[in-house]
């Protein structure tokens, strides 16, 4: 194995999650056909209840464990660091159990939580049913997220991104393999066939955990597993490991629940919000709900992958050069990942949403509520980026109260405003969902202010040049999108055909990059995020270009 240095680490595990999160995307276009849009929303209950509960059996502990295995490789404690880990693998072996029993027990009261007295779209049976089956996944998936936290903590980031690219494999193939052979040749019904589909996450996990327990059993020497306790590692009592676990675990616990919790709002609201006070069917409210918290959220992930490579590569990275008081380091990491992240996710954010129409159709097929849904909440995905990275951030210098209060003053906000902001959009004549999606951005915009604050103050970190390279990106922006304006009237951006759709979709989508990318070049963007020589060294890296041995 060999180690990734920040960019690098950031490169591959990004570019790692862009194939998952492509082959995410990929495979909902069949699987929407299958199960039809609105069984979609059976499909995001039972995955917005999981995601809630694998953030509690986890409780933010393999990013505790990336950041103190960093911390204790920096300092030369590996004897420490290797019972940090068996120390951390049974904490969520324990949490993980726990939480399958309570979830596989207590199904039928969430799920009636959800759905209410509604009649005419999925039952509580069937709620209750998926849920079961989605809860054996958090058995194993928490300690898969913990070794892969191991492994990115000593900067292996390889491995750990491969690991989900295989996880994603297999659960695809489960999904669509599975769903169609239930629901077309053996004619099992729509509820067992997403009850396969939501398996998926349990055999993935187990493939990938193979996999990951693999490569760090074949590399013991590289990670010193079998290294000898020093002298001064005697006297670290397990008592002052797992209080270290805990104290690093309980920012990374809140940060991993946030969006589970803000999805776990609107699952509880939306639908009761539009049925019972704006007038909506219950078909529609499910065909509403299934897009954003589902069919939608797929499409949000291509924005959301850019920050979790980021936060995959940051955390190891920052806390090794705050460890070592290497300040300047630290503040030259934090603008450069901002800045990184908004030159990518701006343009895809605002290219997604001007293309709404054509996208989902290319995905999905002409659908009523898709586009109007996904052109609004696309922005929930830039938000989610800041969000993530912006706490990470905090986290890594230490800073876990204000975590804490930036994360609870916007679920706070969220819960407070959700049902008066629906209910505010409706009468103002927009959809009432529009209301629920300006919570989110808005609660998410008030943990971002709060860390970006605590980052100025205590590492007296500078965003003078972030501000300049986003005025720029923003200029590059506006220039964009006036050329897509004027094609618009020339070229439509609706059309019932699917192939036209993704034809429509890659050609604005190719002339919108170049028209960007040239003008951040030109006003030398690139060069000043990624370095000089950065097009170069990519040219040559996928031999596009032969390198000058002159140099």
Known sequence: MKKSSFINGAFIATLAIFISKFLGIIYVIPFYHIIGEQN?????????????????????????????????NTIGYYYTKERAYKIGNTLVTVLGILSFIILFIFAPSIAKAIIGDN????TIEDITFVVRIISTAILFVPILSMSKGYLQGHKYIAPSSFSQILEQVIRVTVILVGSYTFLNVFHLGITNAVGVAVFGATVGAVGALWYVLHKIKKNKKQLNRNAKISEEEKNISTKEIVKKIITYAIPFVLFGITISVYEFIDMLTIIKTLTNSLGYTIKDAESII?????????????????????????????TSSFVANKLGDVRKKINQ?????????????????????????????????????????????LANCLFNITVVMTQSINRYKTVFISLVCGILFKLIFNIPLMILTSKLGMQGFYGSITATLLGLGITIIINLISLKKYVKVDYKSTIQ??????????????????????????????????????LYAAIGSIIYITFTYKTKVIDNIFGKNFINNLLIKFKIRQKNNNN
């Open 40 to 72: 979609g929303s059976l499909y995001g209950y039972a995955y917005t209840i999981y995601n809630l509960f694998l953030s509690l059996s986890t409780i933010g502990l393999p990013s505790a464990m990336s950041k103190i295995v960093s911390e204790y």
């Open 119 to 122: 009649i005419g779209g999925n």
């Open 290 to 318: 299934g897009v954003m918290n589902t069919w939608g959220n797929k499409l949000n992930s291509i924005v959301i992958a850019i920050s979790v490579g980021l936060t995959t590569s940051l955390i190891p990275s920052i």
């Open 337 to 381: 990942s901002l800045q990184v992240l908004l030159y990518v996710a701006l343009p895809i954010t605002f290219g997604l949403s001007f293309l709404a129409t054509p996208v989902f159709n290319a995905f999905y097929g002409v659908n009523t509520w898709g586009p109007i849904v996904f052109k609004y909440t696309i922005f929930i995905a």
């Open 469 to 506: 390279e986003l005025s720029k990106m923003i200029i590059g922006l506006v220039i964009m999108f006036l050329v897509l304006l004027i094609i618009k009237f020339i070229i439509p951006l609706y059309n019932s055909s699917r192939i036209i759709s993704i034809l429509i979709v890659i």
